[in-house]
């Protein structure tokens, strides 16, 4: 139990540098996919050794900040994910956010996400709408339509 303390206030969380490679579990890096990604709407948990722990994936979206997804490694300290929102959180207001959306399945961090807005949805003015649907994406090419 200590060394988990000890590992959490030791986390970094940060935007991801340049030209950091951002390591294949965490998602919707594939090159091969026609994304690109606006680092500075990226949050990652790092260890003191710089090893990235977990990310937390956020876009614009019409004066919303959208949630898109956060994930992290097995071994990744308690704690991390409310260290990283805090800091976002603090982000977007300076950037005259005022709101958050999310589509989720409700799985994994994302699943614990639901809960705690859920349990704080009157302190965080929000709402847990549960819904069955399809996420649909794409590349926008020149003469696809």
Same mark, same amino acid.
């Given at each position: /139990?200590v060394? @988990?303390?000890q =590992?959490? *206030? &030791?986390?970094?969380?940060? !935007?991801?540098?340049e030209n950091e490679?951002?390591p *294949?579990?965490?998602? *919707?890096w594939?090159?091969? +996919?026609p994304?690109?990604?606006?680092r500075?709407?990226?949050?990652g948990?790092?260890?003191?050794e710089?090893?990235?722990?977990?990310?937390?994936?956020t876009?614009? +979206? !019409?004066?919303? $900040?959208?949630l898109?997804?956060?994930? @992290?490694?097995?071994? @990744?300290?308690?704690?991390?994910? +409310?260290?990283? +929102? =805090?800091? &976002?959180v603090?982000e977007?207001?300076?950037?005259?956010? =005022?709101?958050?959306y /999310? $589509?989720t399945?409700g799985?994994?961090?994302e699943?614990? /996400? $639901?809960? /705690?807005v859920r349990? !704080?949805s009157?302190?965080?003015?929000?709402?847990? !709408?549960?819904?069955?649907?399809?996420? *649909?994406?794409? &590349?926008?090419?020149?003469?696809?339509l």
């Open positions: /139990m060394v @988990a303390e =590992r959490q *206030l &030791a986390l970094t969380v940060r !935007h991801p540098f490679r951002i *294949l579990p965490f998602g *919707l594939d090159p091969s +996919l994304f690109t990604y606006d500075e709407w990226i949050w948990a790092y260890s003191p710089g090893v990235m722990y977990a990310i937390f994936i876009s614009p +979206l !019409h004066g919303f $900040v959208n898109v997804k956060a994930y @992290a490694a097995p071994d @990744a300290p308690k704690g991390w994910f +409310l260290k990283v +929102l =805090r800091c &976002a603090r977007w207001r300076k950037r005259g956010y =005022r709101g958050f /999310m $589509v399945d799985s994994g961090i699943g614990k /996400m $639901v809960r /705690m349990r !704080h009157r302190a965080l003015n929000a709402i847990v !709408h549960p819904f069955e649907g399809v996420v *649909l994406c794409g &590349a926008i090419k020149d003469g696809m």
